[in-house]
């Protein structure tokens, strides 16, 4: 069993930067790809990034894609996502998420199977 716990969400200005982490608890969390969705007020959960184990391949969305970079550190059981340039269009609930069959290009929500309980991102313009 794995428990993700999110943090380091916030209310930011735009062009502002923030930095979540998901912290994890159970010994297998580094064997697992990590991903970050998020869900804006009245829209559905979108995919934002993803990692797999090694931290060696990440995948974007295109609308993130060369503001936002996702790391891992195996070592602290901790998956982070650096979101520079912040825009009001990225004001939403963020949850990380572990698929255990560490996917090289996980998109898909039903592609995770552990959950953590989201950190709300306001960006104001």
């Known amino acids: 069993q794995v428990q993700l716990v999110e943090s380091g969400g916030g209310l930011v200005q735009a062009g502002g930067s923030l930095r979540l982490s998901c912290a994890a608890s159970g010994r297998t969390f580094s064997n697992y790809g990590s991903g970050w969705f998020r869900r804006a007020p009245g829209k559905e959960r979108e995919f934002v990034a993803a990692?797999?184990?090694?931290?060696?391949?990440?995948h974007y969305a295109d609308s993130v894609k060369d503001r936002f970079a996702i790391s891992r550190d195996n070592a602290k059981n901790t998956v982070y996502l650096q979101m520079n340039s912040l825009k009001p269009e990225d004001t939403a609930v963020y949850y990380c998420?572990?698929?255990?069959?560490?996917?090289?290009?996980?998109?898909?929500?039903?592609?995770?199977?552990?959950w953590g309980q989201g950190t709300q991102v306001t960006v104001s313009s």
């Open positions: 998420a572990a698929d255990i069959f560490n996917r090289v290009r996980a998109t898909m929500a039903g592609e995770y199977n552990y």
């Open positions: 990692i797999t184990w090694s931290g060696r391949t990440t």
